[in-house]
Structures are given as C-alpha cells and as structure tokens.
C-alpha cells in the first residue's frame, strides 16, 4: 500500500525514443513514478503522455547528458523535489562509428564522455539520495560491443566495457546499503540507432544472433524491469546481454 501512496522515483535517461522509451513504459507499469529526461522536450513530453494515458505516472526533465555539471544538476533536482530517488537507468548513448586507425579523437570523446563518463557521474549523483533511503537500483546499459569488441566501434565498446567495471565497482561499494547496480548488455535492437545501418551490416548481425533476428526495446525494458523489481535486492554486479544469443559460450 505505501508503494501506491509514495510510489519509488525512477530515473531514465534517453527516454525520449528506442529502449529508453520501452524502459520508461516498463518501470511505469511497475508503478514507478518515471523521470524522463533526454534534450529533446517535445519527445520526452509524448512519451509522458503515453505513459500518463495509460495510467502510469511519469514527468519530463531535460537535460544533455553529456553537459556533466547539467546532469548532476538535474538529478539531485529531481531527488529534491520528490524527497527521494529510488531508481536510476542510464540508458542514453550515443555512436560514432569508425575504423581505429581512422578514428579522431574528437569522435572518441564524444562517445566517451556521453556513454561512460555521463554514467560515472550520474551514479554518483544518484548514490548520495538512494543512501538515504537505505534502497536503490541502479541499472546501466551496456552493449555487446563492450562484451566482445566490434569492429568500427572502438570508442563506443571501450566506453561500454567502462561501463562494465564501473557497474561493478558501484555494486561492491553500495551492496551493504540497499543499492544494487547491474548491466543489461543489449544485442542488435531494433531502434532508430541502429536504423541508419545499411542493409549489409545488419544482415551480419542478423546471421551472427541465433535467434536470427533483430531485439526489441521491450526486450530490453525486461530485463531492466527485474533488476529493479523489489524482489532483485540479492542480484548486483551482474551483466545480463539480452541478445538472442549473440554471446554465449
Ligand atoms: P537511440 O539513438 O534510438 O536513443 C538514444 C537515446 O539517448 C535518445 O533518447 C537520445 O535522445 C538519448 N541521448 C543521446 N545522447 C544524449 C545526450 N547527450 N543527452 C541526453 N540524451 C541523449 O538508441 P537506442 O538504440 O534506443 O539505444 C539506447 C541505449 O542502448 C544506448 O546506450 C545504446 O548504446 C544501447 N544499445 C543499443 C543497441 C541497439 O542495437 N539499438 C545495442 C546495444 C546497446
């Protein structure tokens, strides 16, 4: 009863579109009250009003991830007006694709600074209100680009093996308050990320996933999902890649 009186406040960035929106809608239906936040405010406000439609309770706030200073801001704000946070997903992310030798450096700190440094940041924005409350679930995107490496991603499966260690560095210092921090890895999803491929490449994919086929965001919303239920506080440090496959040995 008190969850539906105080519901739990969720965080999750880049929800705007993709997995980022399928994750909002998920935590929505477990009765969260889901903080979306992405740039883009006109997008964030359909996803809300989804959301709200169909009886769930979600808010807007935008902000660039990759402006640290902005993002802290923006979750101690959103911890201070609820007088809680309970729940953060860092799942905005972005891609600059290119071959190693060919790669500038301007396209490996973007990638970095957004995928891996905005999700160091964001934790521990975070950590400091969940302590509080004695009761936290942090969940991070990662990517089976940074389980296995990929060739034209060398920016982006660094910043998502970052993800990994840094995941799990959280865990091992907030398991003994309540928090719990973990990592759904996704496979080749269906999104407009993945959208821009040309046809080829994500024909590879497709034939290197036994599933052959492409995820969905739901999929993904899932995983998420448990790692945040009430009954996952035993579950942290974990990398879960939700790939039809992909990786497995
Ligand atoms: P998408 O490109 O469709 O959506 C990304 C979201 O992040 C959007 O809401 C975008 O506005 C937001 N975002 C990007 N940069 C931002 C910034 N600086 N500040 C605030 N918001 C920002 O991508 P998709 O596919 O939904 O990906 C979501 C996450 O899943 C990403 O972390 C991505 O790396 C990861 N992922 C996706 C896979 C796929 O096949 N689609 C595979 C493995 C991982």
Not at 43 to 53: G, M, Q, S
Request: proline content about 2%.
């Amino acid at each position: 009863m008190a969850e539906e009186t105080t519901p739990r406040i969720a965080i999750v960035t880049g929800a705007s579109r993709g997995i980022g929106a399928g994750i909002a809608v998920a935590l929505a239906k477990q009765g969260r009250h889901v903080v979306l936040m992405a740039r883009n405010v006109d997008k964030l406000n359909e996803v809300a009003a989804a959301i709200t439609a169909s009886g769930g309770k979600a808010s807007v706030a935008a902000c660039d991830v990759a402006d640290h200073t902005a993002l802290a801001a923006a979750i101690e704000a959103v911890a201070d007006q609820h007088k809680r946070l309970d729940i953060l997903v860092n799942n905005a992310g972005i891609t600059r694709d290119n071959l190693m030798l060919r790669m500038s450096d301007d396209e490996w700190d973007s990638v970095l600074n957004t995928n891996l440094r905005a999700v160091f940041v964001a934790c521990r924005a975070a950590v400091r209100p969940m302590m509080r409350g004695k009761w936290g679930r942090i969940v991070n995107i990662g990517s089976t680009s940074g389980l296995m490496g990929n060739a034209g991603q060398a920016n982006y499966a660094a910043a998502k093996a970052g993800v990994v260690g840094l995941t799990k560095t959280i865990a091992r210092e907030m398991a003994s308050k309540g928090i719990t921090a973990n990592v759904v890895a996704p496979g080749f999803i269906d999104t407009d990320m993945t959208g821009v491929l040309p046809q080829q490449i994500k024909d590879l994919a497709i034939e290197h996933t036994p599933a052959k086929r492409m995820g969905r965001a739901d999929e993904i919303a899932a995983a998420v999902a448990y790692f945040t239920s009430e009954e996952a506080g035993f579950t942290t440090g974990q990398v879960v890649a939700v790939d039809g496959g992909m990786t497995m040995y």
